[in-house]
Nanobody
Framework: QVTVIESGGGMVQTGDSLRLSCQVS????????MGWFRQAPGKERTFVGG????????AYADSVQGRFTVSRDDAKNTVYLQMNSLKFEDTAVYYC?????????????????????WGQGTQVTVSS
C-alpha cells in the first residue's frame, strides 16, 4: 500500500520561504509522477506544481510560477516544494499526490483525478 506523508508546513510572514517535504512509502518514488495541490478555506483544491518521473519536467500554476520549485530525490523517496516570496494568498492546506498511471516520464499531471495516492495535507499560513 502506497502512503504519502507531507511535512514542513507552518506559519510564516509575507516574503519568507518554506520548504515542504513529501515522503512516499510502499513503492519506489521513481514509479510516480508527483504533484502538489493546495486548498484554501472555502475554496476548491487547485494545482500548485508537479514533476515528471524523470525529474526533468516540471509544471506550475501561474500564481506560483517563478516563486515555487518542485524537486525530487528518488533515493530518499522524497519530493520537495520550495516556496519563496510567500504571499498571504498562499495560505492553504498543501497536499502531495502520486500518480502511477502516467506512462511518459516527461509528463507532470496538473489535474487531480490523474493522481492515485494523496497525503493528509500540511497547513501553510502566511501572515501579512
Amino acid at each position: 500500500q502506497v502512503t504519502v506523508i507531507e511535512s514542513g508546513g507552518g506559519m510564516v510572514q509575507t516574503g519568507d520561504s518554506l520548504r515542504l517535504s513529501c515522503q512516499v512509502s510502499g513503492g519506489a518514488l521513481s514509479s510516480f509522477a508527483m504533484g502538489w495541490f493546495r486548498q484554501a478555506p472555502g475554496k476548491e483544491r487547485t494545482f500548485v506544481g508537479g514533476i515528471g518521473r524523470s525529474g526533468v519536467t516540471t509544471a506550475y500554476a501561474d500564481s506560483v510560477q517563478g516563486r515555487f520549485t518542485v524537486s525530487r530525490d528518488d533515493a530518499k523517496n522524497t519530493v520537495y516544494l520550495q516556496m519563496n516570496s510567500l504571499k498571504f494568498e498562499d495560505t492553504a492546506v498543501y497536499y502531495c499526490a502520486a500518480s502511477a498511471r502516467v506512462l511518459r516520464r516527461e509528463y507532470a499531471p496538473s489535474i487531480s483525478n490523474e493522481y492515485d495516492h494523496w497525503g493528509q495535507g500540511t497547513q501553510v499560513t502566511v501572515s501579512s
